[in-house]
C-alpha cells in the first residue's frame, strides 16, 4: 500500500505511488499549498473581475469631498473664495463659485472649454473638430464619431476628454462623453463641452451667464419632466452660421471680455478681415475653408504653404490661439483663466449688490408722499379738531340740560338712585365725540389710503423674558416692582387659557375716544353711583336718628313739648337734606366737568397723534438686516480682490 500525506489546510489528500522520505514529503506539501491558493485565487478572479469605475462628468450632489491639501500659494485665495459663497451666497453664482474653487485645489487644474452652437450642434462639431484636429497625421477615428449627425439627435451634450484610447461613453443621463487622443486637450489640459443653444433662450436671457453657465437637461422617466443642471464654464465659444444668427448673438449683450466669451460667425467669405484676440469679441470664420485646407494638407505635404494661407484666412488661427490663450502658467502662480473666473464672480457679486440697492432705494422713492398731500391732510385735521371741540362743548351742555339729566335731581334721587349709573352711561353714549370719532375713523382711513400709517401688524403678545442671569433677578436683590397690567394678564391668561392671542390686535384707526370712553363708564360711574347711595344713606340715617332723638325726648322729659320734640326732628331733616343737595350737586358737577377734560385731552391727543402719522409715517427706510447681510457681501468682495491683487 503507498504512502500518502494529508494536509489540513489543503483539505484533500496527496498520494504517491513510490517511497519518499520525510523532507520530501514536506516540500511536496508546501508546493501543493502554495498551488492550491493561486488556483482559488485565479478562480476567484475569474468569477469576480475587477470592476472598472469611471469618474462621472458631474460630481453628484450627494458627494463628500475628500479633504485635500492645497498649495499653500492658493490658500488665503481659497479661503476668501469660500467666505464669499457662505456670505453672499444670493449674490454669487454657487456653481460657478464651486468651478473656481475646484481650480484652486491644485497647480494645474482642468480648464473647461464650452463650444456652443445656436440652434444645433453640427456646426460646433465641426468647429471643435476643426480647432483639435492634427493636420499632419490622417483622419482619426474620433473625428469621425464628432461628426456623425446621430450623436446629436437626443439634444444631449458631448464632453470632450483627453485619454490615449477612443472611448465613447453614453450612459450619463446628462451628456456624452468621448474620451480622444488630442494633444492639445493633453498639453493645455483642456475638456470641451458641446452644446446646442435655441435663439430663443437668447431672446430670453441677456448677458454672459448663458454662454459660461450652461445648462445640461436630465429627462425623469416617472413623470416626463426634465431637471436643469448648471455645468458652468471658464471661457465660452458660441458659433453662429450665417448671417441669419447674428442678430440673435448681437442681441444678447455679453457685458463679459473677450477673454471668456468669443462669438464666431460662418459666413463663407473667402477673404476675412484680421484682427488681433483683444480686439474682437465677434469674428467671422469660413469653416469649410478651413476643413478643405486640413484635407488637402493630409493628402500631401506639399500643399504646406497652401493650407498656411488657407488657415489664416479663414479666421480659425486667432480662434485657435484663443481657445488656449490664458490656459498655461507657471506652477506658482495663478492661471488667468481662472483669475478672470474669479474676477467674474466678485464683478457680478459687486453688480448684484448694487442693483439691489438700486432697487430698494427707487422702491423708497416711488413710495414717498408729496408735500401738498401732508399738507392737505395736516389742514383737514386742524378742521377735525376745531368741529370736535365745538361738538363736545354743545352736546353736553344740550346733554345736561335735558329732560334725562334732570332726572338725577337731588329731591328726585331717593327714588332715582339706581338709575344714576344708567343715565350717565346714556350720556357718555349718545353725547360724547360720537360724531367726532365717526369722522376721526374717516380721516384715519383717509390717512391710511395716502399711505401715511402704520398698519398694524398680527403678531400675537409675548411678554419678553427676562434673563436669568440679570441683575434683578439673582439671589438677595430686590424683586422688580409689580405692575397691574402683569396682573390683568395673569388673571385673564388664567380664566380664558383659550383666548384669541389676536384678540388685542389694533384696528387701522385711533382707538383714543373709544378707550377714554370705555375707561370712563368703568371708572367714573361706579363711583358716582356709589356716591348717590353714600349720600342717601346719610341723609337717611341723619333723618331717623334725629326723630328718634326727639321721640325720646319728647317720653323721658315731661316738662318737653311736642313742638319742642319736633324742632329737633325739623333740625335734623333740614340739615341732612341740604347736606344731600349741597353734595350731590357738588359730585355731579365734578364729574360733569371730568367728562368735559377729558374729552379736551383725548381730541388733543389724537390730534397731535394724527398729525404726527402725516408728518412722520410712510418715511420708510431700508432694512437694517438686509443692509447688514450686503455690507457683510462686500466685505466679503474685497477680501477677494485683496487675496487675488497678490498674484499681480
Known sequence: MPLTLKSPSIGKAHASSTFLCPSCRFRNAIHSLHSHIKSRSGFHARRHPPQRRHASTTAPVTAINAHRELPSPFRE?????????????????????????????????????????????????????????????????????LLLKADSEDGKALLLRYREAVDFDQRHPLVKTLSIPSSTLLSHNLEILIQAI???????????????????????????????????????????????????????ESHASSSMVRGVVDAGWTDLQRGTIAEQTLSPINLALAESAIDSFRKSLDKALEYE????????????????????????????????????????????????????????????????????????????AELAHTELREQLNYAFLSRNWKKLAWWKLFWRVDDVSFITADVLQRAWLVEAEKEMIWQSGRIEQA??????????????????????????????????????????????????????????WSQEISHARSSLIRVTIPSLQADSQRLLFQTISTTVLTSSLSTLLYISASTVSIYEAGAIAAVGFAYSMRRLQKQWGLRKGVWEETIRETGRKVLRGAEDKMKAMVRQGGKRTVDEREEDDRRAAQEGIERVRKALAEFD
Open 77 to 145: 485665495l481659497r479661503d476668501s473664495l469660500s467666505s464669499l459663497q457662505n456670505k453672499a451666497a444670493v449674490y454669487v453664482n454657487s456653481s460657478q463659485t464651486q468651478l473656481a474653487l475646484r481650480g484652486l485645489e491644485s497647480a494645474n487644474a482642468v480648464t473647461r472649454m464650452a463650444v456652443l452652437g445656436l440652434n444645433g450642434q453640427q456646426g460646433a462639431r465641426r468647429l471643435t473638430r476643426a480647432l483639435l484636429a492634427d493636420p499632419l497625421s490622417s483622419e482619426a477615428e474620433w473625428e469621425k464619431q
Open 198 to 252: 435655441p435663439t430663443t433662450s437668447l431672446l430670453a436671457n441677456t448677458g454672459d451667464n448663458i454662454f459660461l453657465i450652461p445648462s445640461l437637461e436630465m429627462p425623469n422617466s416617472t413623470t416626463g419632466r426634465t431637471s436643469t443642471i448648471l455645468y458652468p464654464v471658464h471661457k465660452a465659444l458660441v458659433y453662429a452660421e450665417g448671417l441669419q444668427d447674428i442678430a440673435s448673438l448681437s442681441s444678447s
Open 309 to 384: 494661407h488657407a488657415w489664416f484666412g479663414s479666421g480659425l488661427a486667432n480662434v485657435s490661439a484663443w481657445l488656449v490663450d490664458g490656459v498655461n502658467v507657471e506652477p506658482s502662480n495663478l492661471k488667468p483663466t481662472l483669475r478672470k473666473l474669479i474676477e467674474t464672480i466678485s464683478n457680478n457679486a459687486e453688480e448684484a449688490i448694487l442693483q439691489e440697492r438700486r432697487a430698494k432705494t427707487r422702491q423708497l422713492a416711488l413710495s414717498a408722499i408729496s408735500a401738498s398731500t401732508r399738507e392737505s391732510l395736516n389742514q383737514d385735521l386742524t378742521r377735525w
Open 451 to 508: 399711505g401715511l400709517g402704520n398698519p398694524a401688524k398680527l403678531s400675537p403678545r409675548k411678554k419678553p423674558i427676562a434673563d436669568s442671569g440679570s441683575a434683578a433677578f439673582t439671589i438677595g436683590s430686590r424683586p422688580p416692582p409689580l405692575l397691574i397690567s402683569d396682573v390683568v394678564e395673569e388673571y385673564l391668561r388664567a380664566k380664558y387659557p383659550n383666548a384669541d392671542p389676536f384678540e388685542g390686535v389694533k384696528r387701522p
